[in-house]
């Protein structure tokens, strides 16, 4: 039987986090009860993504430093020779740990996040003191020669901050900056969901979003990693690259592990479509299964390339939304 090549392997470790963050669609935080799989599970998948001829690691969460065994896992990958992204939010990384996380020669980005143009406003959205530890994790990694990626995550409020954001990042370090709006809420009450409605970025604000993004991305070409916001000449040529590829938008192999082990081509939790059990096996069959899904996929996709004819549009969540309606 044939198998789709995993090439890239996208690793949730953990639900868990150390921040309070109030659209979290985990809806976060240190209270967050999920299964965990173990080291040894984590391993076994690590090994069998490279047997299989994997070649590119994001570890990510949750926050993944909140597990103990971390740096355990990250020895792993290091001895295996595989490539990695990690991603942290900073605040629980100490000086010690940025020295060993340094140290990898398999680290090939670090991955972390800003809601905010400064400490007040990231604050007011993750709910505990963490931007200058984010800032203070940049400055020791760009200093080690490690390339760094800032997610910008955006509440309405601060909308307008985008330019300052991106200025005082692509000024002071070797990153790439994406920026997102917060466009939905995570997996809260409905009180939680209408106190934080506010933090919305809607859909009549798209456009003066992507505007403000493009103008960046002028200034600093190829440092703007695409938004989720797109309109329609976006979706279309993102379609178009991969159209005619036998497997589709899966050609590259792209696999999200949750911490439970199950298996999606989706980083949205709301993705109906799992095949199976990581820790079992990371061997995903192309077989009827796997074509139903490209099916599934494509015609999702067109009706978001319809839907953006008329308005701006957030693609991956729209993706998912149309995959969960067939």
């Known amino acids: 039987m044939d198998y789709l090549p995993i090439k890239t392997l996208y690793l949730e470790v953990t639900h868990a986090c150390n921040q309070r963050c109030r ?39 949750g926050e993944p430093v909140v597990r103990k065994d971390i740096f355990e896992i990250l020895d792993y990958a290091e001895n295996l020779s595989i490539p990695f992204n990690f991603a942290s939010n900073g605040l629980a990384m100490t000086p010690e740990r940025l020295e060993k996380l340094a140290g990898y020669r398999c680290l090939d980005m670090y991955f972390t996040s800003i809601l905010g143009a400064n400490a007040r406003q990231h604050k007011d959205i993750t709910q505990r003191d963490s931007y200058d530890k984010v800032m203070e994790a940049l400055a020791f ?29 692509l000024d002071s370090y070797n990153c790439m900056v994406k920026f997102t709006p917060i466009a939905a809420l995570g997996s809260k009450s409905e009180e939680e969901k209408e106190e934080s409605k ?14 403000k993004v493009e103008a960046l991305n002028q200034r600093y070409p190829e440092r703007i990693d695409k938004s989720n916001i797109q309109n329609y000449d ?16 899966l050609s590259d ?6 911490p439970n082990g199950d298996m999606s081509f989706s980083c949205n939790m709301d993705n109906p479509y799992t095949f199976g059990k990581a820790y079992e096996s990371i061997r995903i ?24 004819r008329e308005n701006i549009v957030e693609v991956d969540v729209l993706v998912d939304y149309y995959i969960k309606k067939q």
């Open 23 to 61: 659209h979290c669609y985990l809806d976060g935080g240190m209270h967050h009860q999920t299964a965990e799989m173990s080291t040894e599970q984590i391993k076994h998948i690590i090994k069998e993504f490279q047997e299989q001829g994997g070649n590119y690691l994001i570890i990510t969460g």
């Open 141 to 169: 990694l760009d200093s080690k020669g490690i390339f760094t990626y800032v997610q910008v995550t955006l509440a309405k409020e601060y909308l307008n901050e985008i330019e300052e954001i991106g200025r005082k990042l």
């Open 198 to 211: 506010a933090l919305i970025i809607t859909k009549e604000d798209f456009p003066l979003f992507l505007q």
């Open 234 to 249: 976006q979706i279309k040529a993102m379609i178009s690259d991969y159209q005619d590829e036998p497997l589709y938008s």
């Open 253 to 258: 192999g792209f696999l999200a592990v949750r």
């Open 285 to 308: 069959p192309a077989d009827e299964k796997l074509f139903h899904y490209i099916d599934i996929l494509k015609t999702a996709e067109q009706q978001v390339l319809r839907d953006s």
